[in-house]
């Protein structure tokens, strides 16, 4: 088939919602543009444990630790599934992962915020694996199989995340003073950077809508943002907790809340490298990378001896 057909083809099975496989013609754009989104993905959930692995060793209770052990392990989990859905795609885990030590790749801003008391961990199942779980479910419909199967499989765990985060806020909520202005303070924090994660508004958003007719997106980055803050005001309201915007409030016309304006100023000076724990998280990536040489090295022997003893068997 000339190119030429195989772009029809191609075409033509995206129109009908028939998903690409990792082995099907694919225009190369769309090719590199999954590499990045699903490499960016994977950099994103295994950076995301360093946040609240800091306070594993802290959590108040056993039950809290175990809790978050799982959760943090989970997390490594969606990383290893992201970085295979990502080698179908011909790239290698080690070349993604060198560009993320490199800076080249980037992961989500939201993990550059310190985690500064236990009630920022229950914040952030809450909201940022809430916020996550928005983002995850639309894309459980993503074009690309490998993508959308590892989707489901991980928002099945998201969704046990975003509960234990709300039932250690919950928790926090009808706790004593102290504690409610722990949990007050760390929803002030993580508020806004949680409604950065859906990215920029849609008007400065050009390669969105290239992922959207290519259906890896299908919901813009406005649609996902109130969808988010829709689910979410009910329950900051069931917590007697209050959002850092002045400005939200429900609006009968359009069905919606309406929210105030985000500072994108701070969003893009996170992503150039300029929040508070850009430097620190991938320092510890870096540092992570080093300290597991010896384990690559041997592992790599280990397997040459194997395929070495089958083939003179
Ligand atoms: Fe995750
Ligand atoms: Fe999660």
């Not at 920022?120 to 419909?141: E, K, S, T």
Request: aromatic share 10%; charged share 25%.
């Amino acid at each position: 088939m000339t190119t030429d057909q195989l772009q029809a083809h191609f075409d033509t099975k995206i129109e009908a919602d028939i998903s690409i496989e990792a082995k099907d013609w694919m225009p190369d754009a769309y090719r590199q543009n999954l590499i990045r989104q699903i490499g960016q993905h994977a950099h994103s959930e295994v950076v995301g444990m360093l946040p609240e692995a800091n306070w594993i060793t802290r959590a108040p209770t056993l039950r809290r630790k175990a809790v978050l052990l799982a959760k943090v392990q989970d997390e490594a989990g969606h990383g290893l599934y992201l970085y295979s859905a990502a080698e179908t795609l011909g790239c290698t885990r080690q070349d993604i992962y060198q560009k993320l030590l490199d800076g080249t790749m980037k992961y989500s801003s939201i993990f550059n915020y310190p985690t500064l008391s236990w009630a920022d961990i229950g914040v952030i199942g809450w909201l940022v694996d809430g916020a996550a779980i928005v983002n995850q479910v639309a894309l459980c419909r993503a074009s690309y199989g490998p993508y959308a199967r590892a989707m489901v499989k991980i928002c099945k765990e998201e969704s046990f995340h975003q509960r234990q985060g709300y039932e250690a806020v919950m928790a926090l909520s009808k706790g004593n003073k102290a504690q409610r202005d722990m949990l007050q303070d760390a929803i002030n924090r993580f508020w806004w950077p949680t409604l950065m994660m859906f990215g920029p508004n849609d008007s400065d958003s050009p390669n969105s809508a290239q992922s959207m007719a290519w259906k890896i997106k299908r919901f813009s980055n406005d649609e996902l943002r109130q969808k988010f803050i829709d689910n979410t005001v009910p329950q900051l309201e069931a917590l007697g907790m209050t959002a850092p915007d002045p400005e939200l409030v429900w609006d009968e016309t359009t069905g919606h809340y309406h929210f105030g304006e985000i500072n994108w100023d701070e969003f893009y000076q996170v992503l150039k490298g300029q929040g508070i724990c850009n430097y620190e998280r991938l320092e510890a990536k870096r540092r992570a990378w080093d300290n597991g040489k010896w384990v690559r090295e041997a592992a790599s022997v280990h397997a040459k001896k194997i395929a070495a003893r089958k083939q003179a068997a």
